[in-house]
């Protein structure tokens, strides 16, 4: 089946800095998504990616639907407190394809 | 805009007792819904998708009888957790989308505690 693997798995980072992180896939996705998940609730969408080598920014956030559309990536810029939290990266193959999460990124951001 | 609506977000009984979860969608006509399950520190694990007038597939593994799922309207689809047992304890969460090439948006989830 397909594979999603998320990383880093964990990052602790100072207020202001910029975060990076990433996913990469088995199999060729058409859709990328970007959600944010604070506990006890539902994730949040926060960018949806269509089109390979699509770049979308919402904010200080910013997505890339990788060329070879087995990957994407997820930047913050100048993080922020609030900013803490569980960032899955997910994909479908095709439009009408489950969603594939990546196991997530847990944020903590120091002020 | 796409708001989904869970409810109850927490629920704590004993076991053997039947749970019923509502998951709605607020301004928009959901054709298909999904139920989650989520472990502690844990990604999102796809128990069912729900079709608006047609029954729920299932993924592998997930008890059907168990997980009873009904879509009877284009906002409204509920999860019953028959005959709870302390192993169904979890967070169950539910999304929707309005059509094929739109993302899921979720609901705010459903704690199940079950004593």
């Known amino acids: 089946g397909q594979q999603l693997n998320q990383s880093p798995q964990s990052m602790f980072i100072q207020e202001g800095e910029d975060v990076s992180m990433n996913c990469t896939s088995s199999?060729?996705?058409?859709?990328w998504l970007w959600y944010k998940q604070d506990p006890g609730e539902g994730p949040v969408l926060l960018i949806a990616?269509?089109?390979?080598?699509e770049l979308t920014s919402n904010g200080r956030l910013t997505a890339q639907f990788g060329i070879t559309r087995k990957d994407s990536f997820l930047n913050i810029s100048a993080s922020i407190p609030s900013d803490v939290g569980i960032y899955f990266c997910?994909?479908?193959?095709?439009?009408?394809?489950?969603?594939?999460f990546g196991e997530g990124t847990q944020l903590t951001v120091n002020p | 805009g796409a708001v989904v609506s869970q409810h109850p977000s927490r629920v704590i009984c004993k076991s053997g007792t039947s749970v019923k979860i509502e998951c709605r969608s607020l301004?928009?006509?959901?054709?298909?819904m999904f139920w989650y399950r989520q472990f502690p520190k844990k990604s999102l694990m796809l128990m069912a998708t729900?079709?608006?007038?047609?029954?729920?597939?299932?993924e592998q593994g997930v008890e059907k009888d168990k997980f009873l799922i009904n879509h009877a309207s284009l906002t409204l689809s509920t999860l019953t957790v028959t005959s709870a047992h302390p192993e169904d304890s979890s967070f169950y969460i539910c999304?929707?989308?309005?059509?094929?090439?739109?993302?899921?948006?979720f609901g705010d989830g459903t704690r199940l505690s079950i004593l």
């Open positions: 999304s929707a989308r309005d059509h094929q090439g739109q993302p899921q948006h």
């Open positions: 199999s060729i996705f058409n859709t």
């Open positions: 990616l269509y089109k390979a080598g």
């Open positions: 997910a994909g479908k193959e095709t439009s009408g394809s489950r969603l594939t």
């Open positions: 301004d928009f006509q959901a054709t298909t």
């Open positions: 729900s079709n608006e007038g047609s029954k729920a597939t299932y």
